[in-house]
């Protein structure tokens, strides 16, 4: 299956390392990015190629994976991170059409 | 820095085509892809299709009988039609670049530019 399942919300305190996971079979054969979505704004992809960071987006933000989880780390939560989070990838038809999870809720308490 | 830019009527009626146009500034939509991505409200992203700067598409199977995909090289300008609309095509509509790394090992696709978005409702 090319579906991709994360935990509808997570919260963490500021200060804090908030882990957002990402489960798919196809993971291991397909990178894994990662949106961040606040209110009323577009997508902002702050993880591409499972690990890497895009130009200005803040060091805290870290992405990892293993087998078929994909993660993604915030270190020293801020109140500004709160969010959706939401991993995306390719299936595995050949033709690379993208697959996004459901999406997580990040509450900073 | 590439900004994309969505256009289009906010309301469409039920079995009527819906149609998007996305404007690409501050780079050139050669040699790159481009997509459509939408989301109902309150819930999450859905993958629409994408057209390569060649005009080859690739559509998402669940829409594909509906959908059209095209774009401009002149205009630097892509777009999308959907036909035969109903309610649950009510979403906003983003249009966004797309990375695709063909080349390397394991291919990567990633959203890295994309647009405000834009509100269509199908409501009669």
């Known amino acids: 299956s090319d579906e991709l399942t994360q935990p509808p919300s997570v919260s963490v305190s500021p200060g804090q390392t908030a882990k957002i996971t990402c489960s798919g079979d196809?993971?291991?054969?397909?990178?894994a990015n990662w949106h961040q979505q606040k209110p009323g704004q577009a997508p902002l992809l702050v993880i591409y190629?499972?690990?890497e960071r895009p130009s200005g987006i803040p060091e805290r933000f870290s992405g990892s994976t293993s087998g078929t989880t994909a993660t993604l780390t915030i270190s020293g939560v801020l109140a500004e991170d709160e969010a959706d989070y939401y991993c995306?990838?390719?299936?595995?038809?050949?033709?690379?059409?993208?697959?996004f999870g459901g999406g997580t809720k990040l509450t900073v308490l | 820095q590439v900004q994309l830019q969505e256009s289009g009527p906010g309301l469409v009626k039920p079995s009527e085509t819906l149609s998007l146009t996305c404007t690409v500034s501050?780079?050139?939509?050669?040699?790159?892809?481009w997509s459509w991505i939408r989301q109902p409200a309150g819930k999450g992203l859905e993958w629409i299709g994408r057209?390569?700067?060649?005009?080859?598409?690739n559509y998402n199977p669940s829409l594909r009988s509906r959908l059209t995909l095209s774009l401009d090289r002149s205009k630097n300008q892509f777009s999308l039609w959907l036909s035969s609309v109903t309610a649950a095509d009510t979403a906003v509509y983003y249009c966004?670049?797309?990375?695709?790394?063909?080349?390397?090992?394991?291919?990567?696709?990633?959203?890295?530019?994309w647009g405000q978005g834009t509100l269509v409702t199908v409501s009669s």
């Open positions: 966004a670049r797309e990375t695709i790394t063909l080349g390397e090992p394991i291919v990567a696709n990633y959203f890295d530019y």
């Open positions: 501050g780079g050139s939509i050669n040699n790159y892809y």
């Open positions: 057209v390569y700067s060649s005009g080859s598409t």
């Open positions: 196809a993971l291991p054969k397909q990178h």
């Open positions: 190629k499972d690990t």
């Open positions: 995306q990838s390719a299936d595995t038809s050949g033709t690379y059409r993208g697959v």
